[in-house]
């Protein structure tokens, strides 16, 4: 079992930058791929970003390519999403999700998911 703890949303204005942070709980954190998802209001859950159980490989959606960064410290059992050139279209609530072992883009292959936080961008 892992509980995942989202943290660092907030209101921006666009152009500025945002850290979200996940805290896992547990001592199984490093077997996990771990991936941020975002799901603006009235839009489907959509893949942000995923990062390799070593840290060593990473993928983003297009959208975020170039502006955000994902990052884990398996020592702190915790996963970042560093958020830069923020724009009103990111606006959503951010969540992030551990993967076992599948496609780092299918949303049934994460098995635990935190309760989110908002991050909003205004223009």
């Known amino acids: 079992q892992v509980q995942l703890v989202e943290s660092g949303g907030g209101l921006v204005q666009a152009g500025g930058s945002l850290r979200l942070s996940c805290a896992a709980s547990?001592?199984?954190?490093?077997?996990?791929?771990m991936g941020w998802f975002r799901q603006a209001p009235g839009k489907e859950r959509e893949f942000v970003a995923t990062i390799s159980r070593s840290g060593f490989s990473t993928y983003y959606a297009d959208s975020v390519k170039g502006r955000f960064t994902i990052s884990r410290d398996n020592a702190k059992n915790t996963v970042y999403l560093q958020m830069n050139s923020l724009k009103p279209e990111d606006t959503a609530v951010y969540y992030c999700?551990?993967?076992?072992?599948?496609?780092?883009?299918?949303?049934?292959?994460?098995?635990?998911w935190g309760q989110g936080t908002q991050v909003t961008v205004s223009s």
């Open positions: 999700a551990a993967n076992p072992g599948g496609s780092y883009y299918y949303i049934p292959s994460y098995t635990y």
């Open positions: 547990g001592h199984t954190f490093s077997t996990y791929a």
